[in-house]
Nanobody, 117 residues
Framework: QVQLVESGGGFVQAGGSLRLSCAASESISSLSIMYWYRQAPGNQRELVAMIASIGATNYADSVKGRFTISRDNAKNTIYLQMNSLRPEDTAVYYC???????????WGQGTQVTVSS
């Protein structure tokens, strides 16, 4: 399994920005797809954004136009740039990686994002 380590979470006021990072223990260019999920207290984990090995991206409707997922294959890292943050964005954010050829499915430990009103 690939090891994933998230960082960049913190406390920010509404309207502010944060950039999350997810560093992988191996080359991410070989991974089929990587994701950012989030889970707020009492809620189910939800998909926030995804990026495929070919660079295609997709976003949850709630974050479209505010969040941007990107990848740096040279650093084996993906990012989530979060702008115009809202209190409802408060959650633990998790990174996930899948590789269909190896039946690989790995999760990071999560990083807390708290947005105050």
């Amino acid at each position: 399994q690939v090891q994933l380590v998230e960082s960049g979470g913190g406390f920010v006021q509404a309207g502010g920005s944060l950039r999350l990072s997810c560093a992988a223990s191996e080359s991410i260019s070989s991974l089929s797809i990587m994701y950012w999920y989030r889970q707020a207290p009492g809620n189910q984990r939800e998909l926030v954004a995804m990026i495929a090995s070919i660079g295609a991206t997709n976003y949850a409707d709630s974050v479209k136009g505010r969040f941007t997922i990107s990848r740096d294959n040279a650093k084996n890292t993906i990012y989530l740039q979060m702008n115009s943050l809202r209190p409802e964005d408060t959650a633990v954010y998790y990174c996930r990686a899948q590789d269909y050829y190896r039946s690989l499915d790995s999760w990071g430990q999560g990083t807390q994002v708290t947005v105050s009103s």
